[in-house]
């Protein structure tokens, strides 16, 4: 008879940020309309201009969007390893290249900066030139379409804004939703 080993599966690690803790964890707003659009990120444009000009064109300058998977002729990503100082959970690693990348699924969502500008978040799982399966935040500005369209399906937030601001339970800024209120 074999004799089965198994092994106790490890603990997650616990993650405890820095800041005092917001009971509220998950800031959220309803919107009653938002578009639905179906974009495609050409060849050689960045993920970021793919994403921010055509969008901004029918007036959407808040969105989520889902990538369907393509090719990239190069992409960068970082992942987030625990916070060495332990100013924060997390801090986002030096950028690594993938070469010539085949994204097999995203999510980008897309606000404004800090200071006003437009800001594209993304997160993926990639297949590197190497072949290895990888995941992290994407650098959009860096992450250049390759030869061949990418479908986009994006959901415009039509009735507030993401807009990043800090955070002070996590110590480091987020894209959070944001309307304008008005007293009267």
Not at 16 to 42: D, E
Not at 150 to 156: G, N
């Amino acid at each position: 008879m074999k004799r089965v080993v198994t092994t106790a599966i490890p603990r997650p690690r616990t993650l405890i940020h820095p800041g005092r803790f917001n009971p509220v964890r998950i800031q959220s707003h309803h919107s009653t309309k938002g578009r639905h659009v179906r974009l495609a990120l050409l060849p050689g444009v960045s993920l970021f201009d793919g994403l921010v000009k055509p969008l901004a064109e029918i007036g959407i300058t808040s969105a989520s969007t889902t990538i369907l998977g393509g090719y990239f002729g190069g992409l960068q990503y970082c992942v987030a390893p625990p916070d060495q100082q332990r100013q924060a959970v997390i801090a986002y690693s030096k950028p690594i290249t993938a070469g010539h990348t085949y994204m097999i699924f995203g999510n980008a969502t897309l606000g404004k900066g800090m200071n006003g500008a437009p800001l594209v978040h993304c997160h993926a799982a990639i297949r590197t030139e190497s072949g290895d399966v990888k995941g992290g935040h994407i650098l959009t500005d860096t992450c250049i379409v390759g030869r061949d369209p990418i479908p986009v399906l994006v959901t415009s937030l039509d009735e507030f804004e993401l807009r990043q601001a800090y955070d002070p339970e996590t110590n480091i800024p987020l894209l959070q939703p944001y309307k304008e209120t008005t007293n009267g």
